[in-house]
């Protein structure tokens, strides 16, 4: 190796002038230094998606370096050289994190470690420090992903790894590359058996496959509890699943797929948030009436770094959460207390037909009815000229009491009696009439609009997405004096056919409205289903105006068919990703108990017979090849060299000798390359058959029969 201890080819005997043309142009030292590079850079590059763009660029660089220096058979740099740099770059991983402790700032100094520790190998004691630092390094890939395709491309930079550190251990010739990568696989497959029953059987923790320090999830993506222009638009173009759910039984419709998030209630002219818990506030009592047979279903909810938990509406009060503590609140939210950190699972149920609060006392509804002052006068106005047309006789009342501030609100109430509810509904008909009489349209990117925002959506952008016509609905209702409020979750989801889980993901953000009247309580209005019906019947995509396709429109749409080979092959790949989580990285104390006990189970009933047998069946296979006599290495190529000329019409005869072998094969059409490689294949089988030869130059010997076999093809 340039730089590095290691064996020289020893001389293959009997290879003559051809042996000397089919040496490799690479020196074995050379060979082995650049198949660690490569190994290196397998190990390195998941990391240069999340690191500063300066650590992969000098780490590509180096290693560069490192590879030209092998290849020109030159000295490593002195360390008066490697040591500036190094110091330079410390100072770099410092400026970028401010701290040299953490996860990616550790990452960073072991990736800079890595490559500068290529750069100063002198000795074969080196080699194996670099081998294993490159193993812990790859170890670390698993800090950021735990997904399936880092698993597989883990597996794969582990076998050339293997290869590498294998190639430094042979005394004698090495094998060609193909078999080395062979043996380490083979060592692989040989460790899985034990690592799968380490994994299943081992007592779990709880926790995460990979536990994370705490700034493990700053770029995680969720739902807020506040709602201001362009929030959920932003949100909506991630493509992050969110959750997956299994249903017990059949999947409702989508028009019904609501996923209860986050209630809205406070506005102060531009952003919405949740209505505060005043100190002495009596609870008000929440009163449920479902009907029909709740829909049951399995969730399982991604790491959000959130406390809010997507529960269909309208959910079962009773609900567990394994490790978590749970809280509710009048408004039908469930939240943990502490945020969600990692995937959980948790089983639920909810009633699609259901009255929520009714009978309660119009004026424990004030808070829903809030405005700010001094806000959005046209929209105001507007709220007054619809109640005016609206249907009925409603009588003026104060709309609040007087400590909200409502100023500038319109006064006007629905009657009390049996009407009111009938009048709540002609106003709200009157509002979605407005969306989809005055062409508004539905955009992830709506214009900016002022200190007015509702006035500026209404009057002059009439372009929004659905925080934009949910917020202005609660504000309108609320100024022709019902109570209303914003609703944010999720809404659809798309079925997966393979394995029969919908992926709801964060382009399914979605906000809608609910009002209120004291006969039908609580009632789910979503305006954005009066501009885009099809975001609510079907997807966010076929929702949206077409982008420019730049000529892949063709290939977007056979992604979009559900029938189309692509489709087909992203729903196989997202099913066997759900499974990767669910088996693997879910695999907590409670699944590998259930697991357990239904494993020792089958054991006990009648399948135990047949798990016997087939254990007795492989035990056997084992005992009978390892009481068969090995196969020489020298007569196994002999007889791949015979099957190989026998498929070129020149098989070898019972009786016939390498030599006598040799003589006939000369008449075979071939050029004059190959008959001189077969006639020195069978001249220097010959002499290691029937002659004698130390170790080391049979291995050698071996070696160049392979090399040659390769050539008689």
């Known amino acids: ?170 005394t004698g010739a090495v094998p060609p590359l193909t078999r080395r990568l062979r043996s380490a696989a083979t060592l692989c497959a040989l460790a899985a058996p034990l690592a799968l029953q380490l994994f299943v059987g081992f007592p779990r923790i709880q926790g995460p496959l990979w536990g994370l320090p705490g700034d493990a999830l700053g770029g995680k993506t969720g739902l807020s509890d506040t709602m201001a222009p362009g929030t959920l638009s932003s949100l909506a173009q991630s493509d992050e699943i969110a959750f997956r759910v299994r249903f017990s039984g059949a999947v409702p419709a989508k028009p019904q797929l609501y996923w209860r998030s986050i209630v809205l209630g406070d506005y102060d002219g531009r952003t919405w948030t949740r209505v505060p818990r005043r100190r002495g506030l009596q609870r008000l009592e929440v009163a449920i009436q479902a009907r029909g047979v709740p829909v049951r279903y399995e969730t399982t909810l991604e790491a959000s770094n959130t406390r809010w938990l997507p529960l269909l509406e309208l959910a079962s009060p009773a609900l567990h959460l394994p490790g978590h503590r749970l809280r509710d609140t009048d408004e039908m939210e469930v939240f943990t207390v502490d945020p969600v950190s990692q995937r959980v699972r948790y089983d639920a149920a909810a009633y699609l037909d259901y009255r929520l609060q009714t009978g309660e006392r119009p004026e424990r509804m004030a808070r829903w009815l809030e405005l700010p002052a001094g806000y959005n006068p046209r929209t105001l106005a507007l709220a007054r000229q619809l109640a005016a047309a609206a249907p009925g006789d ?64 209404l009057f002059s952008t009439r372009a929004g997405f659905c925080e934009h016509y949910a917020g202005a609905y609660v504000v309108l209702m609320r100024a022709m004096g ?69 000529g892949l429109g063709p290939l977007i749409e056979l992604q979009n068919d559900p029938q189309s080979w692509l489709a087909q092959l992203r729903y196989g790949y997202n099913a066997l990703n759900n499974s990767w989580n669910q088996w693997v990285l879910d695999y907590n104390p409670d699944r590998q108990r259930s697991f357990l006990e239904e494993l020792g189970s089958s054991f006990a009933n009648g399948r135990s017979a047949l798990a016997a047998l087939g254990v007795a069946g492989l035990l056997y296979a084992l005992r009978r090849r390892r009481a068969q006599p090995p196969v020489d290495a020298l007569a196994r190529l002999y007889q791949r060299f015979c099957r190989q000329q026998a498929r070129h019409g020149y098989a070898r005869r019972p009786a016939e000798g390498p030599h006598s072998y040799a003589a006939r094969l000369r008449d075979m059409p071939a050029s004059a390359e190959k008959h001189a490689a077969m006639d020195q294949f069978l001249h220097l089988y010959g002499m290691l058959k029937y002659g004698a030869g130390g170790t080391e130059s049979r291995t050698a010997s071996l070696a160049t029969l392979s090399t040659l076999l390769r050539l008689c093809r």
Not at 39 to 67: E, K
Not at 134 to 141: I, K, P
Not at 439 to 449: F, K, N, V
């Open 1 to 170: 190796m340039a730089g590095a201890g290691g064996a020289s080819s020893a001389t293959r005997p009997g290879s003559g002038g051809l042996a000397a043309r089919l040496a490799l142009r690479l020196t074995r030292d050379k060979s082995d230094t650049l198949l660690l590079l490569v190994a290196a850079l397998m190990v390195l590059a998941p990391h240069f998606a999340h690191l500063p763009p300066w650590i992969g660029a000098l780490s590509c660089v180096t290693l560069l370096w490192r590879a030209t220096l092998t290849w020109l058979g030159k000295r490593m740099p002195p360390v008066w050289l490697l040591l500036p740099i190094a110091l330079a770059a410390m100072a770099g991983v410092y400026l970028s994190f401010r701290t040299l402790l953490g996860r990616d700032a550790g990452v960073a100094m072991l990736t800079l470690l890595l490559t500068f520790k290529l750069l100063e190998m002198h000795a074969r004691r080196d080699l194996f420090v670099a081998v294993f630092l490159s193993f812990f390094v790859l170890l670390t890939q698993f800090l950021y992903s735990q997904s399936m395709a880092s698993a597989l491309w883990a597996a794969l930079t582990l076998v050339v790894l293997l290869t590498a550190q294998l190639s430094f251990q042979y």
């Open 394 to 457: 409603p009588q003026r009342t104060a709309a609040a009491t007087p400590d909200t501030a409502t100023a500038g609100a319109a006064d006007l109430r629905p009657a009390p009696g049996p009407d009111a509810a009938r009048r709540a509904r002609q106003l709200s008909d009157l509002v979605l009439a407005r969306f989809r009489a005055d062409h508004y349209s539905y955009t992830l990117e709506p214009p900016l609009t002022g200190r007015d925002a509702v006035d500026d959506f």
């Open 482 to 550: 019902v109570p209303a409020r914003v609703v944010t979750g999720y809404q659809g989801g798309e079925r997966n056919p393979v394995d029969g889980y919908l992926v709801v993901r964060q382009s399914d953000a979605h906000a809608w409205a609910e009002f209120w009247t004291a006969q039908d309580g609580w009632q789910r209005v979503d305006p954005t289903a009066a501009i885009a019906p099809d975001r609510i019947q079907r997807n966010l995509a076929r929702a949206l105006p077409r982008p420019a396709t730049f």
